[in-house]
């Protein structure tokens, strides 16, 4: 798994903890420790407190110091990183015409890590594709329930 995207913006203190074959999340947030979340619930909580200036510091560098190029994936309320990252994004939303325009004072930054999980999509192949052409299909799950076993368990859903 390719973190370089992840950890180019992250200090040495919080990289250094960092368990690259199992971790699935990074909670960073305002005025609290850093978290690192592993599968079954397991945490790990970091002496490192961070502060609204490191916050701005990591989002600046998770744009390429350019915030405005940003712009739209920001007000999606997430940025995708190489590799298939995502970081989601809070704060004050300013809006205008209910569309979101900006988020301002930025509290937290979650590093969501995506990684393959050879074999997941075997079971629900079966079912997508016909006559090797794939259905309309639109697979929802909770997070970390693993989109097929979701499937399984749900029934099918076309």
């Known amino acids: 798994m390719d973190l370089r995207s992840i950890t180019r913006v992250l200090s040495r203190d919080i990289c250094y903890s960092i368990n690259e074959k199992t971790i699935e999340e990074i909670r960073i947030r305002v005025d609290r420790p850093v978290i690192l979340k592993y599968p079954e619930g397991k945490e790990d909580v ?3 407190v961070i502060t609204q200036a490191e916050i701005l510091n990591i989002l600046q560098a998770l744009c390429n110091n350019s915030i405005y ?3 739209s994936q920001i007000c999606d309320g997430y ?12 704060g004050n939303v300013a809006m205008k015409d209910g569309k979101i325009i900006n988020i301002n004072y930025v509290s937290s930054l979650n590093f969501r890590i995506a990684r393959e999980i050879i074999g997941a999509s ?4 079966k ?25 399984k368990r749900f029934g099918k859903k076309y």
């Open 69 to 71: 190029s940003y712009q």
């Open 79 to 90: 940025i995708t990183l190489q590799g298939g990252h995502r970081v989601g994004i809070t």
């Open 127 to 151: 079912e997508v594709l016909v006559n090797n052409e794939i259905k309309n299909t639109l697979i929802v799950s909770k997070p970390r329930l693993w989109k097929n076993h979701c499937f």
């Open 46 to 48: 970091l002496d490192h």
């Open 122 to 125: 075997d079971e629900i192949l």
